[in-house]
Structure formats: structure tokens, C-alpha cells
């Protein structure tokens, strides 16, 4: 199996758990309040059934009609895919959930994607879900090395060496930070983790930047 096919697999996989986990929620927990500033748990299921249907040239469209705001994009995509009942929205996902479709960018942004917004509602509705972390590992070396510009947390790593206890890994130069490659995933993206997560001489200066 090439990397590419590696790759998706393992996005059509995290999908997968991630509807079968969101098929066993309340009525009122589609309006949690997820990790992304702003919005629900239905709209981050929103969200990603737009991403997941999303082509290159989509995602050039979007821009254009969002004036190149991505925020706006992001909003405009949420509107169009978030249905009245979110049960709906979940079924729209179960069937976007083996497309290859994905915008500009490296492959390895469907794994940020796929890991990160499974995690940001996770979290916050008390599932606990367990990720591959060979898989998580090749999310957060691309965070490590993208800047904020295009998403990634490379800024906000900089000067630190992550190390995911759970693979071999080790990523940086400076102060270890250790954690499970979610954690450090989640981190690096700006998220916040919880108290004891994060170990090392590191971890002080990279909780206080996602803070």
C-alpha cells in the first residue's frame, strides 16, 4: 500500500469512528460548545463534511466568492452543509466519509484535520477515543514545521523538542516537551490540553503560548 493510500485509509478510518461516535449523542449535545472558538459540535461536523467534499478547484472558488477570507470560507461552508436536524448532518458525513477530495495542500492536512476536530469534540462531550500514533505523529510533524500562516503551529513550537510517548518520534530542538502524539497534536495546534498531559521543561513555555 503506497503512502498516499496509508494516508487516506487512515482519514476514511477516523471519519468512520468519529460518526459512529457522534450516532450515540443527546439531542442537547449537538450544541456543546466544541474547542473551536465559536462553534458547536454540529458545526464542526458541518465543517468537515464540507472539507471532506471539497476539490482543489472548490476550494479556489470558495476563496474567490469569500474575497480570500478563510474565516469567511469556513463560516460560508458550515451554512451550507449544517442542516436543521444535525442527525442529518451526520448521515451527510457517513457519505462523504471514503472521498478523496481535499483542498490545495499537502495529504497530510487531511490527518490535522481528521484528528484535531475529532478531538475538539470529543473532549468537550467526555469521549475518550484512542488514535494511531504513527498516524497522529505524521499530523503533528507537518503542524512542527507549517506556520501560522498556513495553519500550522511551527511558531508556536519553536525552541522546544516534542516527544510523543507513545512512538519514536522526536521533533525539535530545545526544551522536551512529552506527552501521547495526540496531546502534542493538540498543542501544537493551539488547543488546550489538560492539566498533566504535558511533561518536560518544556511544557510551561508551550502551555503558556496555547494559552
Known amino acids: 500500500m503506497s503512502d498516499r493510500n496509508t494516508l487516506w485509509t487512515a482519514v476514511h478510518e477516523e471519519r468512520r469512528r468519529l460518526a ?14 466544541s474547542l473551536c472558538p465559536g462553534w458547536t459540535v454540529h458545526d464542526v461536523l458541518a465543517h468537515l463534511v464540507d472539507s471532506a467534499s471539497t476539490t482543489r ?33 451526520l448521515e451527510a458525513f457517513r457519505a462523504v ?26 473532549r468537550p462531550l467526555g469521549i475518550e477515543a484512542a488514535y494511531p500514533p504513527e498516524h497522529v505523529a505524521t499530523a503533528l510533524e507537518y503542524m512542527t514545521r507549517t506556520g501560522a500562516t498556513f495553519g500550522g503551529g511551527r511558531e ?3 525552541g522546544l523538542c516534542l516527544r510523543p510517548v507513545d512512538t519514536d518520534h522526536h521533533l525539535g530542538e530545545g526544551a522536551a516537551v512529552r506527552g501521547s502524539a495526540i496531546a502534542l497534536l493538540m498543542a501544537a495546534s493551539g488547543r488546550p490540553v489538560d492539566v498533566g498531559e504535558l511533561s518536560g521543561a518544556g511544557a510551561p513555555t508551550l502551555t503558556a503560548r496555547i494559552g
Open 97 to 122: 466519509i471514503d472521498l478523496t477530495s481535499t483542498p490545495p495542500g499537502p495529504l497530510a492536512t487531511r490527518l490535522v484535520e481528521a484528528y484535531v476536530h475529532g478531538e475538539d469534540v470529543r
Open 156 to 158: 508556536r513550537v519553536a
Open 20 to 33: 459512529d461516535d457522534l450516532a450515540q449523542i443527546s439531542a442537547d449535545q449537538w450544541d456543546v460548545p
Open 57 to 89: 478547484w472548490g476550494f479556489v472558488r470558495q476563496m474567490f466568492a469569500a474575497r480570500g477570507d478563510f474565516d469567511r470560507a469556513n463560516e460560508a461552508g458550515i451554512e451550507r452543509h449544517r442542516a436543521a436536524d444535525p442527525r442529518q448532518t
